[in-house]
């Protein structure tokens, strides 16, 4: 069989024409595969989606009941730590390990640190009275360390840790102003209780604790955590 072909011949205006007509049949053929693409992957996420959310539900309702068993089992454990070590109910954080030293479980709630409003006059106080202190370049430099102890952070509040560090410059500077300010700063302060927490960590062969992996974050696919918890 045969191939004939045609030569046809074309002025440079009926070229120009037909390589546009050619250059905008390849364009809407390109746009059409992406259009086809496009659909191809909104179903296939779509599909992946339905293929994991209900297995995620199930991860998160297996996460909650275990973390309201541990709650549940050391509630008893907690109300006998504060009657035989003294322990005062707004301790935040409880850790238990076990008589091995192998295993250990933390739990307990992180907090936002907050001030009522009163925070700004024991602040005013202190204030004052770091500015009644300067005398010469050694007082100026414990000035601004007192200053500096005052700055807030970016959601506006003082650092309770800093505060602590500011009685004792008080304690240390026998000044009974001072420390009134920094007891108005310390009865101002109200700390909200944010989100509870668990911590499981076991020992591993070099007698370093290793933290269970209880988050989607925490858990590293790409490895086999069979041994190693079981060690």
């Known amino acids: ?89 707004e301790q935040r954080t409880h850790t238990f390990t076990n008589s091995e030293g192998t295993h250990r479980i933390t739990l307990g709630n992180y907090t936002n640190d907050g001030y009522r409003d009163t925070v700004n006059e024991g602040i005013a106080i202190v204030k004052e009275v770091a500015e009644s202190l300067i005398k010469d370049e050694k007082t100026k430099a414990l000035v601004n360390a007192i200053m500096r102890l005052l700055s807030k952070d970016q959601k506006g509040n003082l650092k309770p840790s800093r505060v602590i560090q500011l009685r004792r410059l008080a ?22 209780v944010s989100k509870t927490f668990v911590r499981a960590e076991h020992k591993n062969k070099q007698n370093e604790w290793v933290s269970v992996a209880l988050g989607m974050t925490g858990v590293d696919y790409k490895v086999d955590k069979t041994e190693e918890c079981n060690e």
């Open 171 to 192: 304690e240390d500077l026998n000044n009974k102003r001072l420390m009134e300010g920094i007891r108005i700063i310390d009865e101002a302060y109200q700390p909200t």
């Open 1 to 89: 069989m045969s191939t004939q072909t045609e030569k046809i011949e074309m002025t440079a205006e009926e070229r120009a024409e037909f390589e546009a007509w050619r250059q905008a049949q390849e364009a809407k053929k390109a746009e059409e595969r992406q259009r086809e693409q496009r659909e191809l992957y909104k179903k296939m996420v779509d599909q992946n989606i339905n293929e994991v959310y209900d297995d995620l539900l199930r991860a998160s309702a297996e996460l909650y009941s275990a973390k309201k068993k541990v709650y549940d089992t050391f509630e008893a454990a907690i109300e006998l730590k504060s009657e035989l070590f003294n322990v005062k109910d």
